[in-house]
């Protein structure tokens, strides 16, 4: 029998989910932070699975009618080269897209509406980084996989989407990583919980996703020694609940 990479690439995503749960509970970066805490159902049902599936068929969906229409696809321009190449490729284009995006969306009152249901959570953990406003989501992941579909092989979307599945539910982690100077690189909950944290030294820094590498680069990464933050979260009447979090982007001006 043979198992197909997108049944592998699932597998790896439920794994590495349980583990960083039980390294949650075993080396708590915050203690006392409970697994079921408030939003999970919400977070973990109509964000993680729902809203993630029916956004895919939106977003491959518009990818393939743009292939189908430009043929882009048939140039085959990347896919000569080998998986670890292109992976590596693509990686790192979007993760320097995405760092200047999300940077963009802290600085526009426009562009913050779609992307503060993400920072509304108050207990930050490992299920924490599935809350995104759909629009968000939209965006992002356009940008982020048409490249993919059009140049790369079919194989560099499934694992890409692993990837970020695992790295996502890993920065949020409340987990108590200590990973010194590899922090400058390779991003991790050590510096994204700071991004989260309710607390005016750490606001507008920390952007990156996956290399920390661009904070550093560019000037805003924030990692004060021997301290952790207090709290998460935005001001107390942020809505609760899918549809209230949908709706408040579109709240009029105050
Ligand atoms: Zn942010
Ligand atoms: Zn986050």
Redesign the pocket.
């Known amino acids: 029998m043979e198992i197909s990479l997108a049944t592998t690439c699932t597998l790896i995503v439920l794994l590495s989910g349980g583990l960083l749960i039980a390294l949650e509970r075993m080396f708590p970066y915050t203690p006392g932070q409970p697994l079921f805490r408030g939003g999970f159902l919400t977070d973990l049902g109509l964000y993680a699975i729902v809203q993630s599936y029916v956004l895919g068929l939106v977003i491959f969906g518009f990818i393939a009618w743009v292939d189908e229409h430009s043929g882009v696809s048939r140039a085959m321009v990347l896919r000569s080269q080998p998986l670890a190449l292109q992976m590596g490729v693509m990686l790192i284009i979007h993760d320097f897209y995405i760092y200047w995006f999300h940077r963009w969306q802290h600085h526009s009152s426009l562009l913050w509406r779609i992307h503060e249901a ?1 920072h509304s959570t108050t207990e930050v953990d490992w299920l ?2 599935s809350r995104s406003h759909s629009l968000e989501i939209l965006v992002n992941q356009t940008v982020e996989f048409l490249p993919i579909v059009l140049l790369a092989s079919p194989e560099v979307a499934v694992m890409k989407g692993a990837v970020d599945a695992v790295w996502g539910m890993y ?2 982690s409340n987990i108590n990583v200590r990973s010194g100077w590899l922090q400058r690189v390779i991003n991790g909950p050590e510096m ?1 919980r700071w ?2 944290a309710d607390d005016p030294r750490s606001h507008n820094r920390n952007f990156s996703t996956k290399f920390a590498v661009w904070d550093w680069l560019f000037g805003t990464a924030y990692l004060p020694r021997g301290e952790k933050p207090t709290a998460y979260g935005l001001h107390d009447d942020f809505p609760k609940g899918y549809i209230r979090q949908h709706l408040y982007a579109f709240r009029r001006r105050s």
């Open positions: 993400h924490s980084g920065i949020h994204h991004h989260h």
